[in-house]
């Protein structure tokens, strides 16, 4: 139980071009969403929380015009990565949690994201 | 300030060779401490889930404990399979992730 899926798993673009990740729970629904950011051999980054039906909370440092977030039913979540430039190349994990938050979030696999 | 401290960084065992993984926390309202495990170019992986002092958790060679400090991931008789790296995360206010510790076992 509680599987999420993020798909694609690996998009090379050129530069300035939006990309769109997608994040699904399949199992379960997803109250609230979460969007990180992984750099090599570093922690989880938190980027923004969604919930259904609501605009994205971001972290302080993030883009919202950067990062477009929507959270459109209880069980997909979008990132679009818009005019993609290499310093945004990286890993995106998406993550979902069901209820309140002493309940655990399930996470995708991520998506390798290299812009040229 | 709210803070997730994992200790070692890396650790290598031999097969075989238990040991302890640490993490100590300072945050106010401690809502939950969660384990997780992940493996190069994948998402973490659910372990477990800790609410309180004295609460513990067991899955095949894997048992979390919880103090009001910190929480200890005991590996007893770790295989290959085991290599990963674990990450331990306290949700208060937000949640906040450790840096991990990736853990090799030799065969």
């Known amino acids: 139980g509680a599987v999420v899926s993020q798909h694609p798993s690996w998009v090379i673009c050129k530069s300035g071009t939006s990309v769109k990740i997608e994040c699904r729970s399949l199992?379960?629904?997803?109250?609230?969403m979460f969007w990180y950011r992984q750099f090599p051999k570093q922690s989880l980054m938190l980027m923004a929380t969604?919930?259904?039906?609501?605009?994205?909370?971001?972290e302080q440092g993030v883009e919202k015009d950067k990062f477009l977030i929507n959270h459109a039913s209880l069980t997909l979540s979008t990132l679009t990565v818009t005019s993609a430039h290499p310093e945004d190349s990286s890993f995106y994990i998406c993550?979902?949690?069901?209820?309140?938050?002493?309940?655990?979030?399930?996470f995708g696999d991520g998506t390798r994201l290299s812009i040229l | 300030e709210d803070q997730v401290t994992q200790s070692p960084e890396a650790l290598r065992l031999q097969e075989g060779e238990s040991s302890s993984l640490n993490c100590s926390y300072t945050?106010?309202?401690?809502?939950?401490l969660f384990w997780y495990r992940q493996d190069p170019g994948k998402g973490p992986e659910f372990l477990f889930t800790?609410?309180?002092a004295g609460e513990e958790k067991e899955k095949e060679r894997l048992k979390a404990t919880l103090t009001k400090k910190e929480s200890f991931l005991h590996i007893t008789a770790p295989k290959p399979e085991d290599s990963a790296t674990y990450l331990c995360?306290?949700?208060?206010?937000?949640?906040?992730f450790g840096k991990g510790t990736r853990l090799h076992i030799l065969p």
């Open positions: 199992d379960f629904q997803a109250t609230t």
């Open positions: 945050v106010s309202g401690l809502r939950g």
């Open positions: 993550s979902a949690r069901e209820g309140n938050p002493y309940q655990p979030q399930h």
């Open positions: 995360a306290v949700q208060a206010g937000k949640i906040i």
């Open positions: 800790l609410y309180s």
């Open positions: 969604s919930n259904e039906g609501s605009k994205a909370t971001y």
